[in-house]
T-cell receptor
Framework: AQSVTQLDSHVSVSEGTPVLLRCNYS??????LFWYVQHPNKGLQLLLK??????LVKGINGFEAEFKKSETSFHLTKPSAHMSDAAEYFC?????????????FGSGTRLSIRP | NAGVTQTPKFQVLKTGQSMTLQCAQD?????MSWYRQDPGMGLRLIHY???????DQGEVPNGYNVSRSTTEDFPLRLLSAAPSQTSVYFC???????????FGSGTRLTVV
């Protein structure tokens, strides 16, 4: 069985300070892991993905995530928050393409940015 | 290149009415899926298709039907709408395991 847990439902940071959104996963297989961002009243957009290549993955808009197998974590970070980063973020685990129906979304973390 | 197009963007239904949510893609992706998004619950898979003529149930299929007659289209039908189906519905396609999903912009459905 596999699962994904986003440890914070809401994170608030000041503009210009670092962002950390935490995600832990459980998977019986070597998973692919993704982060998506959803701005208000919009669809989900892929931020970055890990597919068993480099453990540090760089995405769009200055975000990056590190795959840590020993900790079963895939936390999303950004060195300096911008007001435009305010959105909902989803961590996603996917076991393999043959089981695309088993893709699981986390419950989401709402990121707020204080001026 | 439009990607994934969903229509309508907003809809209000009365309990018991039926309707079809449309999803069309122009990327030639074989895999398509429907999700519903509810506050605090992330996205839950309703139905999915791995190609024309092939569909299967996801996590929450009750009250919904799908068909896939072409690669491009994957409509979602609500047979008899219920207030519990008030949600935001997303259609998504998948090119392959290394690419992630491409999502439509969503349909916000309210059942009164």
């Amino acid at each position: 069985a596999q699962s994904v847990t986003q440890l914070d439902s809401h994170v608030s940071v000041s503009e210009g300070t670092p962002v950390l959104l935490r995600c832990n996963y459980s998977s019986s297989y070597s998973p692919s892991l993704f982060w998506y961002v959803q701005h208000p009243n919009k669809g989900l957009q892929l931020l970055l993905k890990y597919t068993s290549a480099a453990t540090l993955v760089k995405g769009i808009n200055g975000f990056e995530a590190e795959f840590k197998k020993s900790e079963t974590s895939f936390h999303l970070t950004k060195p300096s928050a911008h007001m435009s980063d305010a959105a909902e973020y989803f961590c996603v685990v996917s076991p393999s393409y043959s089981s695309a129906s088993k893709i699981i979304f986390g419950s989401g973390t709402r990121l707020s940015i204080r001026p | 290149n439009a990607g994934v197009t969903q229509t309508p963007k907003f809809q209000v239904l009365k309990t018991g009415q039926s309707m079809t949510l449309q999803c069309a893609q122009d990327m030639n992706h074989e895999y398509m899926s429907w999700y519903r998004q509810d506050p605090g619950m992330g996205l839950r898979l309703i139905h999915y298709s791995v190609g024309a003529g092939i569909t299967d149930q996801g996590e929450v299929p009750n009250g919904y039907n799908v068909s896939r007659s072409t690669t491009e289209d994957f409509p979602l039908r609500l047979l008899s709408a219920a207030p519990s189906q008030t949600s935001v519905y997303f259609c998504a396609t998948l090119q392959g395991p290394d690419y992630g999903y491409t999502f439509g912009s969503g349909t916000r459905l309210t059942v009164v």
